[in-house]
């Protein structure tokens, strides 16, 4: 069983910055491949960045390239992701996500439907 728990999400202004963490705990085998989620309301949960635990393989959406940053410390068991130049439409709930090592192979596809476990979620809002 892996508990998830995310922190730093808030309001900000277009072109602002914020920084999310996301803090694992319980077996480290079910959480070496991790990711954040995001969802807006009336649309679908879209992956935004997805990371080995061991910091390699990063894959992100297309339209956050360049603008957010996911890292992972082993050491702290802690997920992260640096949003720069955000806009209104980075608005929804971010999630982080936790699966198995195989998940994280660049043959599977990025979707929600191949992470175990989840946090909460932690709500950002950009606004004009």
């Known amino acids: 069983q892996v508990l998830l728990v995310e922190s730093g999400g808030g309001s900000v202004q277009t072109g602002g910055s914020l920084s999310l963490s996301c803090v694992a705990s319980g077996d480290p085998d079910s959480h070496n491949c991790v990711a954040w989620f995001r969802q807006a309301p009336g649309k679908e949960r879209e992956g935004v960045a997805r990371i080995r635990a061991s910091g390699s393989s990063a894959v992100y959406l297309d339209s956050v390239k360049g603008r957010f940053t996911i890292s992972q410390d082993s050491a702290k068991n802690t997920m992260y992701l640096q949003m720069n130049g955000l806009k209104p439409e980075d608005t929804a709930m971010y999630y982080c996500?936790?699966?198995?090592?195989?998940?994280?192979?660049?043959?599977?596809?990025?979707?929600?439907?191949?992470?175990?476990?989840w946090g909460q979620g932690t709500q950002v809002t950009v606004s004009l």
């Open positions: 996500a936790a699966t198995r090592a195989t998940r994280c192979d660049e043959r599977v596809p990025f979707r929600a439907v191949y992470f175990t476990y």
